[in-house]
């Protein structure tokens, strides 16, 4: 059984999910876009600001089950542009150290109420 993981410093779901699920030893965080989690409206229409808001929301859930971005093993990146992909990537690099988690970067043609990135995890506790 896993338990649902909610916390303010991160964006209220927006539908029937939670934030994230704890399964104890794994933790599967929903993806997250760019909304301030105190006003749950975008930060900004600009990538690299949105990028940042994304993975703020993604600490912020990792801190509330005592966790870090040392933990993510698998990370999903939706981009409305792949034309985004090279400032998308340097801001979440700068987030993270190596060893890097497992990534997939994908173009879709549209994100929850226009977001221009969408971000999800997995995360393990040692």
Known sequence: MFKAVSTNQAPSAIGPY???????HIIFISGQIPLDPETMEFVSNDIKEQTHRVMKNIRAIL????????????????????DDFAV???????YLSEPYPARAAVEVSK????????IEAIATRD
């Open 88 to 94: 998308v990537n340097d801001v979440y690099a700068s």
């Open 18 to 24: 939670s934030q994230a699920t704890d399964l104890g």
């Open 111 to 118: 994100l929850p109420k226009g977001a221009k990135v969408e």
């Open 63 to 82: 801190e509330e089950v005592d966790l870090s971005f040392n933990n993510v093993a698998k990370m999903n990146i939706y981009l409305d542009s792949m």
